[in-house]
C-alpha cells in the first residue's frame, strides 16, 4: 500500500499519524491548527497546505473528526476531498458520527468509483498513542481486508461490524456500555469510601470478583487507585465528558428509531449531560465520580 493521507491531528489524530509514520508509511497530514501540522511536520510527516493537496496523491485516506458536520464537509463541502482524490481510492473515517450520516458519505462515494470505510475506534487517547486502538469498521469486507495493515499500523484489533454504517453503530453500543460501567464502579467506589473502606482495596476485591470491568482493571475513576489514568491526574486528558455525551446522544437516537428500550443509556446520558451542564465537559469521563460526590471540578 502506497502513500497515506491523515486529515485531523487533535488529541487522537496525532498519535495515531505518528503511529503511521513509525509503521514505515509515508504521510501526508493537513489540519486546521497550525501547531498541530508543525509537530507532525517535525515528526516526519508531510505537511499539506489543505485537505485537498493532501490527498490527491494518496492510495488511502484517513480522517479522524470531531462530529458528522466536520466529515460531510470534509468529504463533500470546501474540504473537497472527493473532488480531488483519483479513482478507486480508500477512504476511512474514524470519527464518532450519525450511522446514517456515513452512510451517506458512503453513498457519495460509490457514485464516484470510490470506497468508504466508517471505523471508528476505540481505546481512548492512551490506545492512540499506544498503537492499541481497536476499529470497527462498517463497508465492504474487501475494503476492510485492503485496510486492515494500516489500520494495524494504528491499533491491535481490527473488526468488521457489517455494511456502511455498521461501525457507528458498533461504536456506540460500546460506548453506551462503556458510560453505563463507569458510572456503576464510580458508584461503587463511592459507597465503599463512604463507609470508610480503602477505594484501592475494594477495587482489588471487586476486579477479582463479579463485578470486575474494563474501568476496574484499566481506567480506575478514583483518584490515586491507578497510575498513569487520568483520575490520578485531576481528570485531565483522555475521553472528555463532552465526547461521552455526544455519542451518547447518538446512541439515544438510535434507540429511538428502532422502538429499542435502553434505560440505563437514558440514564448515563441524563447524568453525564448534567454533568457537565456544572462545567465539567472538558474533563475526562472518569470524573462522574467527582459528580456523584456533589463536587465541581476545579474548584
Known amino acids: 500500500m502506497g502513500g497515506v493521507a491523515f486529515i ?24 486546521l491548527v497550525p501547531e498541530a501540522l508543525a509537530a ?20 488511502v485516506v484517513i480522517s479522524m473528526l ?3 458536520e466536520h466529515v460531510h464537509e470534509l468529504y463533500l463541502g470546501s474540504g473537497q476531498v472527493m473532488a480531488s482524490v483519483r479513482p478507486g481510492t480508500l477512504l476511512v473515517d474514524c470519527s464518532t458520527i450519525a450511522a446514517d450520516a456515513a452512510r451517506q458519505v458512503a453513498a457519495a462515494a460509490r457514485e ?45 484489533n ?12 458498533g461504536k456506540m453500543c460500546n460506548n453506551m456500555l462503556l458510560a453505563i460501567q463507569m458510572i456503576g464502579t464510580a458508584e461503587a467506589l463511592n459507597l465503599a469510601d463512604a463507609h470508610g473502606l480503602d477505594p484501592a482495596a475494594v477495587s482489588d476485591i471487586m476486579k477479582a470478583s463479579s ?18 489514568v487520568p483520575a490520578s491526574n485531576g ?3 483522555g475521553f472528555l465528558v463532552d465526547l461521552m455525551v455526544k455519542d451518547l446522544g447518538l446512541a439515544m437516537d438510535m434507540a429511538g428509531s428502532s422502538h429499542t428500550a435502553t434505560p440505563l443509556g437514558a440514564a448515563a446520558r441524563a447524568l453525564y449531560t448534567a454533568h457537565s451542564a456544572h462545567g465539567n465537559g472538558g474533563y475526562d469521563f472518569s470524573s462522574i465520580l467527582q459528580f456523584l460526590r456533589g463536587g465541581k471540578l476545579g474548584e
Open 8 to 31: 485531523g491531528l487533535g488529541n487522537m489524530g496525532a498519535p495515531m499519524a505518528a503511529n503511521l509514520l513509525r509503521g514505515g508509511y509515508e504521510t501526508t497530514v493537513f489540519d
Open 40 to 59: 507532525a511536520e517535525e515528526a516526519g510527516a508531510r505537511a499539506a497546505g489543505s485537505a485537498a493537496e493532501a490527498v490527491a496523491d494518496a492510495e
Open 66 to 68: 470531531p462530529a458528522g
Open 112 to 156: 464516484r468509483s470510490l470506497r468508504f470505510l466508517d471505523a471508528p475506534v476505540s481505546g481512548g487517547v492512551g490506545g492512540a498513542r499506544a498503537g492499541t486502538l481497536t476499529f470497527i469498521c462498517g463497508g465492504e469486507a474487501a475494503d476492510v481486508e485492503e485496510a486492515r495493515p494500516v489500520l494495524a499500523a494504528m491499533g491491535k
Open 158 to 169: 481490527v473488526f468488521h461490524a457489517g455494511p456502511s454504517g455498521a461501525g457507528q453503530v
Open 211 to 228: 463485578g470486575s470491568n474494563w474501568a476496574l482493571q484499566v481506567y480506575n475513576p478514583y483518584p490515586g487507585v491507578m497510575d498513569g
Open 235 to 237: 481528570y485531565q486528558g
